[in-house]
């Protein structure tokens, strides 16, 4: 267990559709990161939460959204699903401190997102 | 932009040695990490090296060259559990996000 902790872990649903997906950092982490991880492209860069607000932004799609709670989870909304959006969604966290990136980033376990 | 580039696939024999190797391009280079995936499951930490040079961590070694732009993983007395995608990413900018290049899969046979 990472202590990054992601649900729901499996998410089947129809094109047009909308769906949210969370995660809970690590105890103490502030920042909270989204990817998107597909068969042909790789571990892609989504969107970066840090303690409640928006820090940075990747490559993430108008019908995607994201916040972070006071509590520090995060939830990331998907809507107009498409056939392409299918892929798995990772969520990580780190401190606050930039030295402890000698810890890199902790990954939680990722949702499979598959649209039919 | 930043552009990444890791071999695809590699193929090494159990107890072996291995290098993967990695080269990128970015501007406000902010350090290069390392990461093991294994099918299906989450990325994990293997290294972080922002100075040139070798840094050791049991059969894991990471090396950085930074006026290359190159770096790499070698993994040492290869164990099966070790078949698995080993990703590079490099930070840049005023963040220290990593961009992730497409992964090197790794199969060890024995």
């Known amino acids: 267990d990472s202590g990054v902790t992601q649900t729901p872990k499996h998410l089947i649903t129809a094109t047009g559709q909308r769906v949210t997906l969370r995660c809970s950092p690590r105890?103490?982490?502030?920042?909270v990161y989204w990817y998107q991880q597909s068969l042909d492209q790789g571990l892609q860069f989504l969107i970066q939460?840090?303690?409640?607000?928006?820090?940075a932004k990747g490559n993430i799609l108008e019908r995607f959204s994201a916040q972070q709670f006071p509590d520090l989870h995060s939830e990331l909304n998907l809507s107009s699903l498409e056939l392409g959006d299918s892929a798995l969604y990772f969520c990580?966290?780190?401190?606050?401190?930039?030295?402890?990136?000698?810890?890199?980033?902790?990954f939680g376990s990722g949702t499979r997102l598959t649209v039919v | 932009g930043q552009n990444i580039d890791q071999p695809t696939e590699m193929t090494a024999t159990e107890g072996a040695i291995v290098q993967i190797n990695c080269t990128y391009q970015?501007?406000?280079?902010?350090?290069l990490f390392w990461y093991q995936q294994h099918a299906g499951e989450a990325p994990t930490f293997l290294s972080y090296?922002?100075?040139?040079g070798l840094e050791e961590k049991g059969r894991f070694s990471s090396f950085l060259s930074r006026s290359k732009g190159y770096s790499y993983l070698l993994l040492k007395e290869l164990q099966m559990k070790d078949s698995a995608s080993y990703l590079c990413?490099?930070?840049?900018?005023?963040?220290?996000?990593?961009?992730f290049g497409r992964g090197t899969s790794l199969i060890v046979h024995p």
């Open positions: 105890s103490g982490d502030l920042s």
């Open positions: 990413a490099a930070a840049s900018g005023g963040s220290y996000i990593p961009t």
């Open positions: 939460y840090y303690n409640g607000e928006e820090r």
């Open positions: 090296n922002v100075l040139d």
């Open positions: 990580a966290s780190s401190a606050p401190d930039r030295a402890d990136l000698n810890y890199g980033y902790t």
């Open positions: 970015t501007s406000g280079f902010n350090g």
